[in-house]
T-cell receptor, first 112, second 111 residues
Framework: DTAVSQTPKYLVTQMGNDKSIKCEQN?????MYWYKQDSKKFLKIMFSYNNKELIINETVPNRFSPKSPDKAHLNLHINSLELGDSAVYFC???????????FGSGTRLTVV | SQELEQSPQSLIVQEGKNLTINCTSSKTLYGLYWYKQKYGEGLIFLMMLQKGGEEKSHEKITAKLDEKKQQSSLHITASQPSHAGIYLCGADEGSARQLTFGSGTQLTVLP
């Protein structure tokens, strides 16, 4: 009964490849997010998305694109992977108010 | 945008000792969240504070938000090795509906 689930947990791929990370939430939340955690453990917002609005952090390269087939899913697609994309990517969801944010367990992406 | 500073960056304590982690914001906080992360794992929600002067406790962990809602502290009493991990504070600006995180505090508890 995982609330926010991400797949895969680990992803090792070569430079230049295109890859996707999937995220699903079963909490009925209306907003989903992608965060990137770098090697220094700093968590930075990449995208937030609900059925009305996509907010993109301006520092995110356009090789990264979120895709939401429905309210419960927000997948992250990455084109032309680079070495610097290696990080842990976290999906999260929220309903607003005082309900807080629920995070997935992360996807560790390694680009070689 | 919201900027959060956490201190200290890292902390090593002997088991049984008390410790405090601070989180300071450049803006008034709408909501302040504390999370814990163990190596290779996701973020575990600890507490959320919204009101000035609010204080919440869970087991041996207490979090406070100051009256001006710009600073929060996380206090652990009688620390145990199970408390080890990275503690992250996150701020919600309310209108933006997204969390901005501090740089984290790496806590090591020596047995």
């Amino acid at each position: 009964d995982t609330a926010v689930s991400q797949t895969p947990k680990y992803l090792v791929t070569q430079m230049g490849n295109d890859k996707s990370i999937k995220c699903e939430q079963n909490l009925g939340h209306d907003t989903m997010y992608w965060y990137k955690q770098d090697s220094k453990k700093f968590l930075k917002i990449m995208f937030s998305y609900n059925n009305k609005e996509l907010i993109i952090n301006e520092t995110v390269p356009n090789r990264f694109s979120p895709k939401s087939p429905d309210k419960a899913h927000l997948n992250l697609h990455i084109n032309s992977l680079e070495l610097g994309d290696s990080a842990v990517y976290f999906c999260a969801s929220s309903q607003g108010g005082s309900y807080g944010y629920t995070f997935g367990s992360g996807t560790r992406l390694t680009v070689v | 945008s919201q900027e959060l500073e956490q201190s200290p960056q890292s902390l090593i304590v002997q088991e049984g000792k008390n410790l405090t982690i601070n989180c300071t914001s450049s803006k008034t906080l709408y909501g302040l969240y504390w999370y814990k992360q163990k190596y290779g794992e996701g973020l575990i929600f600890l507490m959320m504070l919204q009101k000035g002067g609010e204080e919440k406790s869970h087991e041996k962990i207490t979090a406070k938000l100051d009256e001006k809602k710009q600073q929060s502290s996380l206090h652990i009493t009688a620390s145990q090795p199970s408390h080890a991990g990275i503690y992250l504070c996150g701020a919600d600006e309310g209108s933006a509906r997204q969390l901005t995180f501090g740089s984290g505090t790496q806590l090591t508890v020596l047995p």
